[in-house]
């Protein structure tokens, strides 16, 4: 059955949620009030680079069914209201900053003049939902007739129609004993994914906004569990490369989330783990998230250690050295650059009085505004021109394809640091290269 629905924010997660929900057969009307991004949506061009987007906008736009807009006013008579706007990092502290929760759910109240679903899907401290709900009941004309749950997303970035189409569970937070209607909503709006067997979870609201937070500590922690492994084989000479493979193999561990390297970065781990720090200290649970800090940390080192090995590599110092930076989003796939690892340690190293050039097949434009002083090349092979040290950030399809041979003839010095162990050691070795991997020991 098609609804009629509704998405605040036109984010990452609210651009995508609110084109696979039309591609699904629904009426969705997506609101932001940045009229530029919606401009561009509405013209059929996403705001950040996400593979499959632009082509989904181009099928559902011409529909009718999808709509962008400034106008809260159009959401009026959706069934369902999806909030989908950001929750970042609150300048100075760890805690998330949910005024754009509550100031869209302030926006929207006014207009909610029929019963209907408001459901949450943005990362929030537990205990928001209940809040939210008095607020919007308490604005809205329609009173108690506005009902909220809560449907945290699991999408990553570079995979968000395939994670938001076909997520590996649902999960409702809903409001009580009286709350059959919402799910029924809920499944009604979600009935293609659903039919394909997903499994869906039917919880309490703090369940729910806790699901999401801890599945994204528990990846942190799995990332820097592997990237402490990394300092321990470092400093025994072990490799950690290896380690992870054999470890992985136990299914109880599973192999994912276990690549060593430069660490997380990007809109969400980061910010999560300290907001989730920070609330836990404001419940007087803050002992039981203290790991937490040891997760950030660790992921921290990782790229002061990549700075040293960049260092090590020229000579014991960065000054008037030239370093290829090979990427600058904070994952593949993506042209985010929000707590880049890469990003990060370019910018560290040329705050070490190097010359840095990066390249990034995505990222660029979001590099260059964020950190204008460094240099940027069009290609790898610019980038590499006359280099002392090459290092490898972000691992692009397009990087482990590169002709070593090639690169020999353009650089300085022949020295490469594989920063995210996705680089083929004997490839650029058997090219004359000196290969240094983070974790592991040198080949
Ligand atoms: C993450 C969660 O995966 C997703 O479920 C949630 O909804 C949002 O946050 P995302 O930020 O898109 O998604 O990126 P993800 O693929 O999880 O990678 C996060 C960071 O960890 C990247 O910087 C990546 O390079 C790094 N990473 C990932 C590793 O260093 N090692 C790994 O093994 C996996």
């Known amino acids: 059955m098609s609804l009629k629905l509704s998405v605040i924010g036109a984010g990452y997660l609210g651009a995508v949620h609110a084109a696979c929900m039309a591609d699904l057969g629904h009426e969705v009307v997506a609101i932001d009030t940045d009229a530029a991004k919606v401009a561009s949506l509405a013209a059929g061009q996403p705001t950040m680079y996400e593979p499959g987007l632009a082509e989904m906008l181009a099928r559902v736009l011409p529909t009718g069914r999808l709509t962008f807009t400034t106008d809260y006013a159009l959401a009026a008579d959706a069934d369902i209201h999806f ?8 300048t100075g502290e760890n805690a998330a900053d949910t005024s754009y929760v ?3 759910a302030d926006s929207l109240a006014p207009h909610l003049t029929k019963p209907c679903l408001v459901v949450g899907k943005s990362t929030v401290p537990v205990g928001t939902a209940f809040q939210l709900r008095q607020r919007l009941q308490a604005a809205a004309p329609a009173g108690a007739g506005v009902r909220l749950a809560w449907n945290p997303e699991f999408l990553r970035e570079g995979f ?12 409702y937070g809903v409001d009580g004993d009286t ?25 309490d609201f703090s369940t729910a906004e806790l699901v999401k937070i801890s599945a994204n500590a528990f990846l942190a922690t799995k990332i820097s569990f592997i990237n402490a492994m990394s300092e321990v084989c470092e400093a025994a000479g072990g490799d950690v490369v290896r380690l992870a493979e054999a470890i992985g193999l136990d299914d109880r561990i599973g192999p994912k989330f276990l690549k060593a390297g430069v660490g997380f970065g990007g809109g969400c781990l980061p910010k999560d783990i300290r907001a989730f720090m920070a609330r836990a200290g404001e419940l007087g649970a803050d002992q039981a998230l203290t790991f937490l800090r040891e997760v950030d940390s660790i992921n921290m080192r990782r790229r002061a250690r990549m700075v040293d090995l960049a260092r090590q590599q020229c000579g014991g110092t960065l000054r008037t050295r030239r370093v290829a930076v090979l990427g600058a989003a904070f994952k593949p796939d993506s042209d985010d650059i929000r707590d880049s690892p890469a990003l990060d340690v370019a910018r560290a190293i040329q705050a070490d009085f190097a010359t840095v050039v990066v390249h990034d097949p995505k990222a660029m434009d979001n590099a260059r505004r964020i950190a204008p002083e460094l240099l940027y090349a069009d290609t790898p092979q610019e980038a590499v021109r006359g280099a002392h040290v090459v290092l490898h950030l972000t691992e692009w399809p397009e990087y482990r394809a590169l002709d070593p041979a090639e690169l020999r003839g ?34």
């Open 160 to 171: 968000a129609i395939e994670d938001t189409l076909t997520p590996n569970r649902f999960v």
């Open 83 to 90: 909030i989908c706007v950001g929750t970042p990092q609150r």
């Open 179 to 203: 709350s059959d209607a919402d799910v029924k909503l809920l499944d009604e709006c979600y009935a293609t994914p659903l039919a394909s067997g997903i499994p869906r979870l039917v919880v």
């Open 102 to 104: 509550f100031g869209s």
């Open 410 to 443: 353009l650089v300085e010095r022949p020295m490469i640091v594989d920063g995210r162990n996705a680089l083929d050691p004997v490839k650029w070795q058997e090219a004359g290269w000196v290969y240094r991997a983070l974790g592991r020991p040198f080949i």
